[in-house]
């Protein structure tokens, strides 16, 4: 009998392989004791050696990534080689192991097993996900301190890999000939794991709750990225529906390709900006490979946890935002500054977190708080933008007094950027990201203080509807065209356009060809999401009769 699991896509496409279950369903906890005759100093010896074994390992794997991806990627690894070094983790090992008497083995597992236990209570998604980075490590070194309980390398392909967690080392690992598509329990939109897979090209579904446990080796799984879909031994005619159904996806992926000079305009002749939101330098290319006007938002927060324990200087901001600038150019690159917690960061997040960091200090709060994280940001974005077309967004704005505020900076900084002789551009746009439910209800006042506004649909339902889409308790009661959604979608694009001021919405929304003629329909006229898929996006868009589009959504109770 078939069986199908419903989790949530984070990699389009369809595929179909057989099972290779990464991790075993019930991996054996690390023995408490120690190996007869171990004192806690060879304990101790036997984990330093393991986390310089992880070192290399983690240093090769990263190679593999720079060369197939770019540096940008590779940089995804790096959180796993601070975190084998941290301090506080370190020091709370070698603790167990002297105080307690336990063995290297156990005094990891226990140890990481409290840190993801706080991770785990944190609300916000971003970090919640950061929890697989320390999961990962775990597996590395446990691997290393007993390879009798590690996981083993797959055969050959098709194969689709099931497990309970895929960190991005696993997933790099993974990323071969013979893989065609990932399944895990757990995980989030925002993982590693996701962006891996992703870059690779690589259908996944995650947050599926016990695959694991109901899946063998060599059974026939059907995954599809695309329904947030899973399923296990189809019938007959199922998977020959999910083979035809793949031969579709990969043919007309060819066609959006060598579709990319297509205009993006609708059935009645209405262009519609489609852009693409990027994490990484290398996405500038796929985006420009795939047609996109441009980048709509590079989160700059990737470049902040690349760069921890430290923080990302002057020159480092610059040359990256000159480097996405520089390849999509002529067209805008919006750079959304810090949007992240200081609690995110590892070396931090060890010690302390903030008991409910997604209404804490994070985004635009923590910035203006911070002027050593905000104002070498700015000035980097000041002086990138006098030889490229870039423009400033602001993440989590609530009210006018903080783009005032930034606006304040901006004048102070470049007044000093000149004074050095130093090139700069002070008339850089200046963007506010609408998130919450307050910048949405307030928009027509933002529109008055700002040049443009993005809507950042993924918080914006969120926060509106009270529901977490990565919580599969209340995942189903994420609704992208509830009334109160709509509602606010509505009043922020008529703000903006009563002020003359451009709207556009980045949120994942845009990413989905189904609710295209919904944001059209509501007078949204720029789009922007992930590169991979700007082609389907362009296809819903020629597909829409603006017309029809805007009667149907005005019909809809909001």
Known sequence: MPRVFRGVGVSPGVAVGRAVLWEPPRRREPARAPAPGASPADEIARFAKARARAREDLATLKTHLATTLGEGYAAILDAQVLLADDPALVSEVERRVSAEGT????????????????????????????????????????????????????AEGPLVVVARALGPSDTVALARTGVVALAADAGGPTSHMAILAQAFGLPAVIALGEIVQDVRAGDVIVVDGDRGEVVVDPEPEGLAAATARREDWLTRESGWAAARDLPAVTKDGVEIVLRANVEFPEEAIAAKRYGASGIGLYRSEFLFVSKAPRLPDEEDHFRIYREI???????????????????????????????????????????????????????????????????????????????????????????ALRAAGTPCNPEVPVGAMIETPAAAMTADHLAGEADFLSIGTNDLIQYALAVDRGNPSVSAMYDPLHPAVLRMLRFVVRAGRARG??????????????????????????????????????????ATDLASASREIEERPA
């Open 501 to 542: 001021v451009p709207v556009s919405l980045c949120g994942e929304m845009a990413a989905v060809p189904e609710l295209i003629p919904a944001l059209i329909g509501l007078g949204l006229r720029e789009l922007s999401c992930p590169p991979r898929a700007v082609p389907r996006v362009r296809e819903a868009i020629r």
């Open 325 to 415: 600038a520089d390849r999509v150019a002529p067209q805008p690159a919006v750079i959304r500054t810090l949007d992240l917690g200081g609690e995110k960061y590892f070396h931090q997040v060890l010690d302390r977190a903030e008991p409910n960091p997604v209404l804490g200090l994070r985004g635009l709060r923590l910035c203006l708080k911070r002027p050593e994280i905000f104002r070498p940001q700015l000035r980097a974005l000041l002086r990138a933008a006098a030889s490229a077309n870039i423009r400033i967004l602001l993440p989590l704005v609530t009210t006018v007094e903080e783009i005032r505020e930034v606006r304040r900076i901006l004048r102070d900084e470049a007044s």
């Open 103 to 154: 063995s290297a083995a156990y005094a990891i597992h226990e140890t990481i097993a409290a840190y993801v236990a706080r991770f785990e209570t944190i609300e916000d998604a971003y970090l919640r996900d950061r929890a697989g980075d320390l999961l990962d490590l775990e597996r590395r070194l446990l691997d290393l301190l007993d390879p009798g309980t590690g996981t083993s390398a797959p």
